[in-house]
């Protein structure tokens, strides 16, 4: 049975309950998230598309890209931007709170805690067990960005983008912050050359 809390779109909840659900969406990413950015990337795309439908698919990976070209963590980064945009100043607060203070104490705890039993085998088994795990979510979440590039792209243009950006991050050793701002700039141009092409018809 849906519940009438459940058809209501996030843009029209009260500002109680936008706060409540950017709180726990970010809390569960920010408590989940072994490893850092990486790893939590997956956990708060499934969070605010998913389950609490503040933005589409495509404006999460616009979010994803613009984050990567700036500095910082891109778990604070998104965070704060996607708070900010769904609640306000106060959904940003609420964003970066729920999202570094957990990570924070637990960090303290498990430090001073595998300080004390870090030569055990469960210990370092645990540790290198999570591992993959962080690699099937992102794999996961590398297919799902693949096929909406085939979408909106088509197969060649997204092969072609992705072999330069492999040429580029892996063997020219570019920082994927230079990749994304020259495909943002070649994007950009697009539109204005396409406008220019239909004058000239």
Same mark, same amino acid.
């Given at each position: 049975m849906v519940t009438k809390k459940e058809t209501i779109p996030f843009s029209e909840k009260d500002t109680i309950t936008k706060q409540k659900d950017i709180f726990i969406a970010f809390f569960r990413s920010g408590i989940l998230g072994f490893g850092g950015g990486p790893s939590t990337i997956p956990l708060v795309q499934k969070e605010v598309v998913d389950t609490f439908k503040m933005m589409t698919d495509e404006e999460f990976?616009?979010?994803? =890209?613009? +984050?990567?070209?700036?500095?910082?963590? /891109?778990?604070?980064?998104?965070?704060?931007? !996607?708070?900010?945009?769904?609640?306000?100043?106060?959904?940003l607060v609420t964003a970066l709170v729920a999202t570094v203070v957990p990570t924070v104490l637990l960090m303290i705890i498990l430090l001073v805690t595998l300080k004390e039993f870090k030569d055990f085998d469960f210990v370092k088994g645990m540790t290198k067990g999570v591992v993959p795990i962080v690699a099937v979510?992102?794999?996961?979440?590398?297919?799902?960005?693949?096929?909406?590039?085939?979408? =909106?792209? +088509?197969?060649?243009?997204?092969?072609? /983008?992705?072999?330069?950006?492999?040429?580029? !991050?892996?063997?020219?050793?570019?920082?994927?912050?230079?990749?994304?701002g020259l495909l943002l700039l070649f994007a950009l141009a697009l539109p204005i050359k396409k406008k220019e092409e239909g004058e000239e018809k």
């Open positions: 990976s616009d979010v994803l =890209s613009i +984050g990567n070209t700036l500095p910082g963590p /891109i778990a604070t980064k998104m965070a704060g931007y !996607i708070g900010y945009r769904v609640g306000g100043w106060l959904g979510m992102l794999g996961v979440l590398t297919w799902d960005f693949l096929k909406k590039s085939k979408k =909106s792209l +088509g197969w060649k243009v997204g092969t072609l /983008i992705l072999v330069c950006s492999f040429v580029g !991050i892996f063997l020219l050793k570019l920082h994927p912050g230079v990749i994304i």
